[in-house]
């Protein structure tokens, strides 16, 4: 309850600083077609709410912030369960987030839109996730997790996940127990180590630290090899039927595609900027992190994308009995080449 309350909280500030009343998303802007094509002039006194921390920070240490601080507000927010919320209250307009919230907010009756996707290069090899095992747990392959405790997280990607291993290896979710614990911070790590489940989907700094920290009393974890490396940008999909609104996210979708890029191309810059001043992490958890993380894959055909996306969908819907729906019109195609035009220098 006190999470919930403090978000709420967190989001009507929001809304009081951004000048935009209880909409965000809608400020009386001109409108425009969602077919129609997308402008490219930003007119002056648009102002659109942005919740990627990340992308803000690697703007700054880029110096690239300036190409859209005029019209860009950024909030600090990030993933499904937040950014959902705040598009409902109106107070968001473009959120960054993994693979399944568009798919869950469009199951909740939510207007939202894909605007720009990002991967990884050779993806099996550079997981976000491994499956953390608890202290004296047996699981050494993935026909091991019949019978056991897993961390669920329904909504998010870690759930996904758990759904597509059991998938995988010919289980159902009758053949293990689903424990429903949020996946944020270390929860997950918590549940392991004091064995509340015996198998959890952990990413990021998590496996190292879980492993530093128990793997003397047994903790172990195990590769899922399955794609995990989904990220989007998506947006309130009355965002962009305002034309000033669209034209100021297609501007942030290019900026945040050079952003990327940069990332990648500055390593170093990026651990201290981002992963130890920002974060508070060491430089050794950055390094680990950037070298887990691989390259970035940022494509102007969103085809193979879809497809995979289409499989997601058809899964969950199998498994939580929402109505089926087509993975392609989460995605708003007009974007489809603008972060990798902008990474060639190709957008204007």
Known sequence: MFRRTRLLSALALLAVVAGCGSNAAADGGAKLALDADLPTTVPDGTKIVVGDPATEVALKLSG?????????QFANLSGGPQTTEAFRARALDVGSVAEIPPIHATWTGLKVKIVASKFRQDPLNHPIYQLGVAPGVEVKKLEDLRGKKIAFSPGQAQGALVLKVLKKVGLTKEDVKLVEL???????????????????????????????????????????GIRDDAGHLYVAQESLEDAGKAAAIRAYV?????????????????????????????????????????????????????ERQQETVDLLSKETGNKEIEAKDLYDLRFQTVAADAIKGGAK
């Open 64 to 72: 690239q912030l300036d190409k859209v601080s005029k019209f860009v």
């Open 182 to 224: 949020p996946s944020t911070g270390d929860v997950y790590s918590n549940a392991l180590s004091a064995k509340q489940v015996d198998v959890a989907p952990i990413g990021g700094v998590q496996v190292k630290r879980y492993l530093t920290k128990y793997g003397k009393d047994g903790a172990s974890t195990i590769p899922h």
């Open 254 to 306: 290019a900026a945040w595609g050079v952003a990327q890029d940069w990332i990648d191309k500055h390593p170093k810059e990026w651990i201290a900027g981002y992963y130890v001043k920002d974060q508070g992490l060491t430089e050794a958890d950055g390094q680990w992190l950037v070298d887990n993380a691989g390259h970035p894959d940022i494509s102007a055909d969103w085809s193979d994308a879809i």
